[in-house]
């Protein structure tokens, strides 16, 4: 069994930056495909960003390009997401998530958004 509990988030102003950060507990985290998601209010979830397992791979949402950056520590079994010159917009409960397909495979089915293990998601506001 894998657990993911992020935390990080928080009220800040527009501009402003946050660092979120995802715990995973479980066994093989080193192996796992990890991904930051967001439901805004009244919107569906959406892909933010993904990690592969080594870090050598990432990838973002179009939108978010340049602002956010995912990283992670397989030493610590953390995963991490920056997010820089954040906007109104960006207001959303963010959600840690792990699969175990390889990284292709996960890149494949984004569109989808299943992954085989979430965190409760942790709130982000960002006021104008």
């Known amino acids: 069994q894998v657990q993911l509990v992020e935390s990080g988030g928080g009220l800040v102003q527009a501009g402003g930056s946050l660092r979120l950060s995802c715990a995973v507990s479980?066994?093989?985290?080193?192996?796992?495909?990890m991904a930051w998601l967001r439901q805004a209010p009244g919107k569906e979830r959406e892909f933010v960003a993904a990690?592969?397992?080594?870090?050598?791979?990432?990838y973002y949402a179009d939108s978010l390009k340049g602002r956010f950056t995912i990283s992670r520590d397989n030493a610590k079994n953390m995963v991490y997401l920056q997010m820089n010159s954040l906007k109104p917009e960006d207001t959303a409960v963010y959600y840690c998530?792990?699969?175990?397909?390889?990284?292709?495979?996960?890149?494949?089915?984004?569109?989808?958004?299943?992954?085989?293990?979430w965190g409760q998601g942790t709130q982000v506001t960002v006021s104008s």
């Open positions: 990690i592969r397992w080594s870090g050598t791979d990432t």
């Open positions: 479980g066994r093989a985290f080193s192996g796992y495909t």
């Open positions: 998530a792990a699969d175990r397909n390889v990284w292709g495979a996960v890149l494949s089915g984004l569109s989808s958004l299943r992954f085989d293990y």
